[in-house]
Nanobody, 111 residues
Framework: QVQLVESGGGLVQPGGSLRLSCEAS???????MRWYRQAPGKERELVGD????????TYADPIKGRFTISRDRGKNTMYLQMNSLKPEDTAVYYC?????WGQGTQVTVSS
């Protein structure tokens, strides 16, 4: 049974940082892992993704230079390091792998 479990969300002040984790289990194909987010009243959007080699990640324009995606293959875990957070980063963040979604973790950026 495949499973994706996100963690690390919370409330942070503007300019602060958070690190999200996505632990995957039960997958036979782990080539591409993605982060998405969905803000209230908006469609879910791609944040970025990382391939199997863990050396190449791509990012959506709104978060370039502030967020970093990494991956620990031995732990089947993907991370999203979020720095210089803005109120507009407030959203539920989801992990996506091979057609499966995690349950999401809430990130709220507010003073």
């Amino acid at each position: 049974q495949v499973q994706l479990v996100e963690s690390g969300g919370g409330l942070v002040q503007p300019g602060g940082s958070l690190r999200l984790s996505c632990e995957a289990s039960g997958f036979t194909d782990m080539y591409l892992m993605r982060w998405y987010r969905q803000a209230p009243g908006k469609e879910r959007e791609l944040v970025g993704d990382i391939g199997l080699t863990s050396s190449t990640a791509t990012y959506a324009d709104p978060i370039k230079g502030r967020f970093t995606i990494s991956r620990d293959r031995g732990k089947n875990t993907m991370y999203l390091q979020m720095n210089s957070l803005k109120p507009e980063d407030t959203a539920v963040y989801y992990c996506y792998v091979a057609g499966h979604w995690g349950q999401g973790t809430q990130v709220t950026v507010s003073s």
